[in-house]
């Protein structure tokens, strides 16, 4: 019976989180018909602000370090948690692919990311998330609809702090995905373990055209935007290695 009770347990948590990108997701339409090309610029616009917001800030020298070897990033300009009881985090960013080939990053493609979370849980925290893919399983799997972070894919926290400096060696990883985080509020940190993570086929298909899926975009080069050339820039040189 116990046993039974886990698994119910489990099975509702993962409908809960699936509920609540669903709603997410769709929070843009409660205020306008439709996602647009702007929002899509907007978003990209903040994750170039936030890359350039962490690879600048000497707290988070390990991350330029991985990032030299990361075969993919997904950058999250603000996760938004708070709750009573039970919370939920959740936001919109975008995910770029290395091209080893060419030496060239691609065009963004559109991502949320969401959560349910239990325990006693009071006040909020926003944060800004980018989360290395360093592995060719964790570029995989992000061409799929959804994606369980610590189930279909396994995800560990990136060392904080100084370290990383110049040519030294950083360790090296076997998670598929390494999270760095700078948070704000009342919560310690935000824990991405169970996360989900939901293509955003809306801001896809407004800043592409019709029908684009991610794969167009980070695989086979069929979509891109010149607006998002300055992300791409600023990626290019955090990451040379």
Do not use: H
Not at 19 to 25: D, Q, R, Y
Not at 60 to 81: E, M
Not at 150 to 164: F, K, L, N
């Amino acid at each position: 019976m116990k046993e039974i009770a886990k698994q119910i347990y489990r099975i509702s948590l993962r409908a809960l989180a699936v509920i609540f990108i669903f709603t997410l997701a769709l929070g843009s339409f409660t205020t306008a018909p439709a996602e647009d090309k702007s929002e899509a610029q907007s978003m990209v616009d903040k994750s170039k602000g936030t890359l350039v917001d962490l690879t600048s800030d000497e707290y988070f020298s390990w991350l330029k370090g991985y990032l030299k070897n990361a075969r993919g990033v997904l950058i999250f300009p603000q996760i938004i948690k708070g709750g009573f009881f039970l919370g939920g985090s959740g936001g919109t960013g975008v995910f770029l692919v290395r091209d080893e080939a060419a030496g060239a990053w691609s065009y963004p493609a559109f991502y949320t990311l969401g959560s349910v979370t239990f325990g006693l849980q009071i006040g909020g925290e926003a944060a800004e998330v980018v989360m290395l893919a360093m592995s060719q399983k964790a570029v995989n799997t992000l061409l799929s609809s959804s994606v369980k972070l610590g189930g279909d894919v396994s995800i560990a926290v990136g060392p904080i702090g100084g370290g990383a400096k110049g040519s030294l060696a950083v360790p090296e990883v076997t998670a598929d995905f390494l999270s760095f985080t700078r948070t704000k509020g009342l919560y310690a940190g935000l824990n991405l373990e169970g996360s989900l993570l939901v293509v955003r086929e809306g801001l896809n298909e407004a800043y592409y055209g019709a029908g684009t899926l991610p794969i167009d975009i980070i695989i086979k080069k069929k979509a891109g935007n010149p607006d998002a050339d300055d992300l791409r820039a600023v990626l290019e040189k955090a990451s040379a290695r």
